[in-house]
């Protein structure tokens, strides 16, 4: 399966102040009630974004000037909680291609990877600065490299990091594995021949 | 130098070493419910791919079905659809699929367990974050995304990084009125809600050996919510015991063998650990949360946190959190109204937490004002509860008593709160929004806490309302 090598992603941000931000927040329960993903980004942060008569917030993510933002960038924790590939789901069929955060759950980054959705950490003072440049110009341009992971905002820059089996799965476009564990196959039927199964009556 | 179990089940089950250095690890046994499957089964259909293991899949529903009613077409068309989806995948991929009117139906975290089929030394995957509960039997047990449970499907395979193992030690004795759930969910204050990340936790001690294997579950079930993607405990007699005769249970002369099989995964004496973590059990008290994460915990006794004497990285998070909660800064948790008081969820709907709950609750009433709900885990858990009359004592009490599912946890089906009500709750999640109300706020608590709290309407120390409590009954 040929996917594309994600070795630069430039967009502009959004910051989306606090830690822990469950996946739960990220795509509510009542929404998961699909079959497929289709839709799935009109309901990001539903709650965040509407109060309880569905009517919009003043908030970040209602704001039409940030309505291009591909980069989100947030706190500690980030996508903690539930495994719901909702969430990343929601994220990138609302149009985002990476988050920056100060530290994700495993299996948040896990689902984003597999989207080729890179999940960057960073310092504290690196998230400061990044909200800092887009909540003052939303129209200031992030660019993230994935070679060397350098962040860069104009003539700044900025380290970040990333399990290296994520990032060499992003930049040489093997990010989704399905390929990869098909060649595997022989290899899996010996170690099934090989592993006791359940007493499938 | 020995192993431990973990880098045991590891390393008996890695397939190979991918070209980005994760393993293809081999998944022994793959559990599916409605909401995380539907699009891996589509996903599969797109890229011409079979079921290459169906007898190493189960299915059951859980997170959508109606509590209060048996009943379909069900009235919401969504859930309807998600049902009918669940059976069709199953139907046409050969899949065992435990169904509504199986008898077997119920919590996957549940059904698997009182099936027999989580056993010691395999590997388990399903995407549920729970499913850690699993680990309970000394096996390694994953949450994972949609596109892993298509990698599962098309393969029995998925690509994984190794995790570290960190031992967590619970030894002495734990004082009457303290549950399970209280030491998960002091492990996970005492750890954060992040420190886990990258680990599994191998719990041991004097406390996890005299533990059933309900109270082990119950444990393993909420290391996500420490960051710990994994969570287990090694098996011993207990599991053994526990697992005999169970439906999918090994028979006749293969029980013995693979006794001796999953005897060789523990965790051997000398064994090395990435981290190793000592709690004393005599310093848990009863444990309730007062904030918008599992790790905003606090035991019954204390007050709320006051936002200026915490550490400075905390404050935002407590203020958030006191907000959303509506608690005054440093007040005590003990005395807040409750509107809802809900016992169920993979965490603690299991027949033992039904059993200490109903052994309280008889005489009492719940207060005026509270809806109370008591949610079996599941059909057979509801059989064996009614069996024994639980079901009566509930309901003279002023419960309802409900039929099996994930109900109030998470929301997903009528069972929901409204505006800002506030649920004592024995389910593992308090986030913002999680019961189904973007303003309504959850207290998580071990069953028989929730059995006070129905009781006086309020926040309460079990040990107050119900006198003494007898240790558990191990």
Known sequence: ?201 | MGKNLFEKVWGAHTVRELSNGQTQLFVGTHLVHEVTSPQAFGMLKELGLQVRYPERTFATVDHIVPTDENKEPYSDELADAMINAMRKNCKDTGITFFDTHSGKQGILHIVGPEQGITQPGTTIACGDSHTSTHGAFGAIAFGIGTTQIRDILATQTMALNKLKVRRINIDGELAPGVYAKDVILHIIRVLGVNGGTGFAYEYGGEVLDRFSMEERMTVCNMSIEGGARAGYVNPDATTYAYLKGRPYAPKGPAWEEAVENWKSFASDEDCDYDDVVAIRAEDIAPTVTWGINPGQAIFIDENVPDPDQVPADEKDSVLEALEHMKFAPGTPIKGTKIDVAFIGSCTNARISDLKEAAKYIEGHHVAPNVKALVVPGSQIVAKLAEEMGLDEIFTQAGFEWRRAGCSMCLAMNPDKLVGDQLCASSSNRNFKGRQGSPTGRTILMSPLMVAAAAVTGEISDAREVFGVIEPSGV
């Open chain 1, 1 to 201: 399966m040929a996917l594309d090598k994600i070795t630069q992603i430039i967009g502009k941000g959004v910051y989306l102040a606090g830690d822990d931000i469950d996946t739960d927040r990220i795509i509510p329960a009542r929404y998961m009630k699909c079959i497929t993903f289709d839709g799935l980004g009109d309901y990001l942060f539903y709650d965040l974004r509407h109060n309880e008569d569905d009517t919009e917030k003043d908030h970040v993510f209602n704001d039409p000037i940030y309505s291009e933002a591909s980069i989100l960038i947030s706190g500690k924790n980030f996508g903690c909680g539930s495994s719901r590939e909702h969430a990343p789901q929601a994220l990138y069929r609302a149009g985002f291609r990476a988050i920056i955060t100060e530290g994700f759950a495993e299996i948040f980054f896990g689902n984003s990877t597999q989207l080729g959705m890179p999940c960057l950490t960073v310092k504290t003072e690196v998230i400061q600065k990044l909200s800092a440049a887009v909540s003052s110009n939303p129209e200031t341009v992030i660019s993230i490299n994935m070679d060397n992971l350098k962040i860069s905002i104009g003539d700044e820059q900025f380290d970040s990091t990333i399990k290296e089996g994520a990032r060499e799965s992003l930049i040489t476009g093997t990010w989704d594995p399905i390929g990869e564990l098909l060649e595997g196959v022989e290899d899996v039927d010996c170690m099934a021949a090989s592993l006791p199964n359940i007493d499938n009556q």
